[in-house]
T-cell receptor
Framework: SQTIHQWPATLVQPVGSPLSLECTVE??????LYWYRQAAGRGLQLLFY??????ISSEVPQNLSASRPQDRQFILSSKKLLLSDSGFYLC?????????????FGEGSRLTVL | AQSVAQPEDQVKVAEGNPLTVKCTYS??????LFWYVQYPNRGLQFLLK??????LVKGSYGFEAEFNKSQTSFHLKKPSALVSDSALYFC??????????FGTGTLLAVQP
C-alpha cells in the first residue's frame, strides 16, 4: 500500500533562518506531488506541484522554493524565513498521468516563525 | 480558472439529525469533485469523489454527496450525524489540469 511521510512534524524557526521540509512517498511510482499551506487553520493554498523529477510548477510568488530530486521525494525550502511563512504545510500525492484523481495527504508540518 | 466556494464557515447540527455541508464550483469542462475531512492538527482524509456517472456518490463513514450540474453544486450529506463527525470539511475541484483547488472549509459541529 502507499504511504506518505512528512517531516519534521513541528518546527520553530527565527526570522531569516533557512527552512527545509521533506516529503517522501512509498509504494507508488511517478506520483504527482504537491505542497499546500494552510494558514489560520482554514483554507488551503497550493504552493507547488510536480509531475516528475526536476519539474516544479509554482502557483504563487513567494519566499519559498521546491525541489524534486528523486521520483518520490519532494522538498520545500526557504533561504530566509519571514514571519508570514508561519503555517501548517501539507504534502500530498496523486496518481500520475492524466487528470488528477484524489490526493493523499501527509500528516503536515507546523512551522512557527518567530 | 477553476474555483470552489463553501458558503458556510460553520454548520451546527444535533446528533442524530441529518447534515448538509454546501459546496459550489466553477470550472471549464467536466469537473472532478472531492470532499475531504480534517481533524485538528492532522492531514486531510479523502471522503468521496465525483468523476462521472451517478449523481449521488457514496463515500466513507456514511457520507454521500450529490452532484448537480445545473446548480454547479456538490453538497455533502449524511442522514444521521455523529459527534465524531465534528471536524473541518473541504470541498475541492479539479479541472483539466493536475491541480486540486480547495474551498475555504466548513467547520462541522455535531452537538450531543
Amino acid at each position: 500500500s502507499q504511504t506518505i511521510h512528512q517531516w519534521p512534524a513541528t518546527l520553530v524557526q527565527p526570522v531569516g533562518s533557512p527552512l527545509s521540509l521533506e516529503c517522501t512517498v512509498e509504494g507508488t511510482s511517478n506520483p504527482n506531488l504537491y505542497w499546500y499551506r494552510q494558514a489560520a487553520g482554514r483554507g488551503l493554498q497550493l504552493l507547488f506541484y510536480s509531475v516528475g523529477i526536476g519539474q516544479i510548477s509554482s502557483e504563487v510568488p513567494q519566499n519559498l522554493s521546491a525541489s524534486r530530486p528523486q521520483d518520490r521525494q519532494f522538498i520545500l525550502s526557504s533561504k530566509k524565513l519571514l514571519l508570514s511563512d508561519s503555517g501548517f504545510y501539507l504534502c500530498a500525492w496523486s496518481a500520475g498521468q492524466g487528470r488528477t484523481g484524489e490526493l493523499f495527504f501527509g500528516e503536515g508540518s507546523r512551522l512557527t516563525v518567530l | 480558472a477553476q474555483s470552489v466556494a463553501q458558503p458556510e464557515d460553520q454548520v451546527k447540527v444535533a446528533e442524530g439529525n441529518p447534515l448538509t455541508v454546501k459546496c459550489t464550483y466553477s470550472v471549464s469542462g467536466n469537473p472532478y469533485l472531492f470532499w475531504y475531512v480534517q481533524y485538528p492538527n492532522r492531514g486531510l482524509q479523502f471522503l468521496l469523489k465525483y468523476i462521472t456517472g451517478d449523481n449521488l456518490v457514496k463515500g466513507s463513514y456514511g457520507f454521500e454527496a450529490e452532484f448537480n450540474k445545473s446548480q454547479t453544486s456538490f453538497h455533502l450529506k449524511k442522514p444521521s450525524a455523529l459527534v465524531s463527525d465534528s471536524a473541518l470539511y473541504f470541498c475541492a475541484v479539479a479541472g483539466a489540469t493536475n491541480k486540486l483547488i480547495f474551498g475555504t472549509g466548513t467547520l462541522l459541529a455535531v452537538q450531543p
